[in-house]
């Protein structure tokens, strides 16, 4: 079988021939290539992989739209000629010597896909980390657990089958954590970790910015959005309704400080926070849907709020005033007031304010 490695790069022509001279050594006897999905650099790395080429079977692509390491090594996927696609960094962080068996473990179909790992036994990370960036490491881990069955979802370090990849219409990862992606969006019944040993860079600088852990966070939702579906948006929009409570009582309290009735600021605040809602489960939540016209959105959305409340309160009316149970326990029947009024919300939100677009009506009716 041939071996396509996908190495993402940007300005890092130092460990070009570094990298090249090390998948060499381990990849001894194997059919190989090295794909280098360089996204413009500029820093000599075309003449750098041109005289490698003499020597290597290495070639470079160089990328000038939609760059970001994900989306080169999607394009990477495309490029591959080889039976088995493996990715890793151009950093020297991932160990070449770790591909003969990722491979081994592919070929013999003991696993469909197989990820280099620093936290099962056998796997170090080097000495020179830092408390704050093993700290850094396991507080991104953390989110990411329930979405894979694997100890290091963070790795960018991973081999499969290229007729195993996701159709590329499903990937559309935000930021660099391409493996979780195609974890999450593929069909792996055998998922492996092998053990390596992550070293820091030597050459060059680190890409890992405030701004990409940023989009990891925003990758992270639209994955748990993903996998999860309905209970996914479910949890945001009870998470932007708490939020616009807030908002309702700043706005009551406020609005008493300037000489209002508490009656007339009641129905005062519940617009603000009504138009709160709305406008983060249009931008957050549901912003994968149909983007209907704000102001019909808005008012719907709004008399919609209102018949939840009546919902909400008339749960509360009924079991205070029937059930003695909670004529004595009041602040349940408020808890299932609440409860019910925001599935209700939520309910006419998910099929008729925030419509879905055709494409993910058509996926849902195919499962």
């Excluded at 179909?109 to 960036?133: A, C, H, K, N, Q």
């Excluded at 016209?293 to 008012?299: F, G, L, P, V």
């Excluded at 602040?331 to 099929?351: E, K, Q, R, W």
């Amino acid at each position: 079988m041939k071996v396509s490695i996908i190495v993402p790069t940007y300005q890092e022509v130092e460990n070009l021939q570094p990298l090249s001279e090390m998948i060499q050594a381990e990849l001894n006897g194997l059919d190989y290539e090295i794909l280098i999905m360089d996204d413009n650099s500029q820093d000599g790395s075309i003449e750098k992989v041109a005289k490698l080429s003499l020597l290597h079977p290495i070639r470079i692509i160089t990328r000038t739209e939609n760059r970001g390491l994900s989306p080169a090594v999607i394009d990477g996927f495309d490029e591959a000629q080889g039976d088995i696609v493996v990715v890793m960094d151009a950093d020297l962080s991932h160990p070449a010597s770790a591909i003969p068996k990722m491979v081994a473990l592919l070929e013999s179909g003991e696993s469909d896909f197989v990820l280099g790992s620093r936290y099962v036994p056998g796997g170090s990370i080097d000495e020179s980390w830092t408390l704050w960036r093993y700290i850094n490491s396991a507080v991104a881990t953390l989110p990411a657990l329930p979405l894979t069955r694997v100890k290091d979802p963070m790795s960018g370090f991973f081999a499969l089958r290229r007729k195993d990849l996701p159709s590329s219409h499903k990937l559309s990862p935000i930021g660099y954590k391409i493996a979780l992606e195609v974890m999450v969006k593929g069909d792996f019944q055998k998922v492996t970790e092998v053990p390596i040993h992550f070293v820091d860079r030597v050459y060059g600088e680190s890409k890992l910015t405030l701004g990409e852990q940023i989009k990891y966070l925003r990758h992270l939702r639209r994955l748990y959005q993903y996998k999860f579906k309905t209970k996914a948006e479910f949890f945001q929009f009870a998470l932007v309704g708490s939020s616009g409570f807030i908002v309702d009582l700043l706005v009551y309290l406020v609005l008493q400080m300037f000489g209002l009735s508490h009656t007339v600021a009641r129905a005062i605040s519940f617009w603000p926070a009504a138009t709160w809602n709305w406008m983060l489960n249009r931008v957050m939540t549901f912003n994968h849907r149909e983007k209907t016209r704000k102001a019909t959105q808005w008012s719907a959305f709004v008399t919609s709020s209102l018949l939840g409340f009546s919902v909400n309160y008339g749960t509360y009316y009924t079991l205070t005033t029937y059930v003695p149970f909670f004529q004595e326990h009041m602040i349940f029947a408020l808890i299932i007031g609440v409860l019910m009024g925001m599935g209700f919300n939520f309910t006419i939100s998910n099929l008729f304010i925030f419509r879905k677009l055709r494409e993910e009506v058509h996926d849902e009716s195919k499962h």
